[in-house]
């Protein structure tokens, strides 16, 4: 076996699913992700260390685009978003590799994600405010920021309920918020600040995933029913594996943050920002295809 057939495999490995991953991270974020989880173990870092560094490095990168007049300064700005989404790959192998994954980690690792992008929309739209003026520019930043967050929150729910629906992931399964309130420890003021924007985290999630309380419930009982899970999983990867493909073209955090690079490097942030806002019109019709394929899954699950 050849050294790249060999490197291939143990990235492959390193993910929890292949069929949820998407082609711009098994090849570029989930191999450059291995590498530096690698270096990161030996050097004892803990997956939590490498959230904040990714999230270090992705808001020093969107600080710089408030003096965009320097073109190096966008370009440093690009790098360091790029370098910051492998390092949200890495901080999963990384804690899959040494065995340290927990719930606390999954939730600062999505707040980091959220940062990031965050201070990219705010210091993008901030340099354009003398040439757009400041009511074009933030409202329309503030669309394009809600939109990002409503369609990378509903891809990273179905994400999560595939893997743990058809790869028996229990710790990949979102609580409801009722779960949270219930069972999240909040004993120190850190973990209450990090309870408080899970909590909102789940709410969105179960708000716009495109899957009610009652339909989550009725496939939570046919994943635990001894009798048709078989079944069940089976439907359930058919109809949901063809919905995270779109869901990823449409809501991925790989096209968003493409789009975000490819703007920023010709100098037109805004239209980035259009595009994202009118995306909730194809992302919208995918959510109702969503709700189509969950009642085409709970109606064959029973039928020989």
């Not at 191999?31 to 020093?60: D, N």
């Not at 790098?79 to 192998?93: C, E, F």
């Not at 999560?160 to 629906?165: A, D, K, N, T, V």
């Not at 899970?229 to 073209?249: D, I, T």
Request: aromatic share 14%; charged share 20%.
């Amino acid at each position: 076996m050849s050294w790249f057939q060999q490197f291939r495999n143990e990235v492959l490995s390193s993910v929890k699913m292949v069929e949820i991953e998407e082609r711009y991270d098994l090849v570029f974020s989930r191999p450059f992700g291995l590498l530096f989880a690698k270096i990161a173990a030996r050097l004892h870092m803990t997956p939590t260390q490498v959230s904040l560094l990714s999230m270090t490095i992705g808001v020093g990168g969107g600080v710089l685009l408030l003096f965009s007049d320097h073109y190096s300064n966008v370009i440093i700005a690009c790098i360091a978003l790029v370098l910051a989404g492998i390092l949200d790959s890495s901080d999963g192998q990384l804690a899959r590799m040494t065995n340290q994954g927990t719930e606390l980690g999954r939730v600062i690792d999505g707040i980091v994600d959220n940062v990031v992008f965050i201070i990219f929309y705010v210091c993008a739209a901030i340099y354009l405010i003398p040439e757009l003026g400041f009511f074009h520019i933030i409202p329309l930043a503030a669309l394009g920021g809600a939109a990002h967050s409503w369609k990378s929150s509903a891809y990273e729910f179905h994400k999560s309920e595939y893997l743990y629906y058809a790869g028996g992931y229990t710790s990949s399964k979102i609580p409801t918020p009722k779960e949270v309130e219930a069972n999240f420890d909040r004993s120190t003021w850190f973990r209450y600040a990090v309870y408080v924007v899970y909590l909102d985290y789940c709410k969105k999630q179960q708000n716009t995933g495109f899957r009610p309380t009652e339909v989550r419930r009725r496939l939570q009982e046919l994943s635990t029913d001894p009798n048709l899970r078989a079944r069940f999983v089976e439907l359930y990867s058919e109809y949901n594996q063809r919905m995270l493909f779109w869901w990823a073209w449409v809501a991925g955090s790989n096209v968003q943050r493409a789009g975000i690079i490819i703007s920023l490097l010709f100098g037109r942030f805004d239209i980035y920002l259009y595009i994202n806002t009118l995306s909730v019109i194809p992302f919208y019709f995918i959510g109702k295809a969503q709700e189509r394929a969950d009642r085409n899954v709970l109606q064959a699950v029973n039928k020989p």
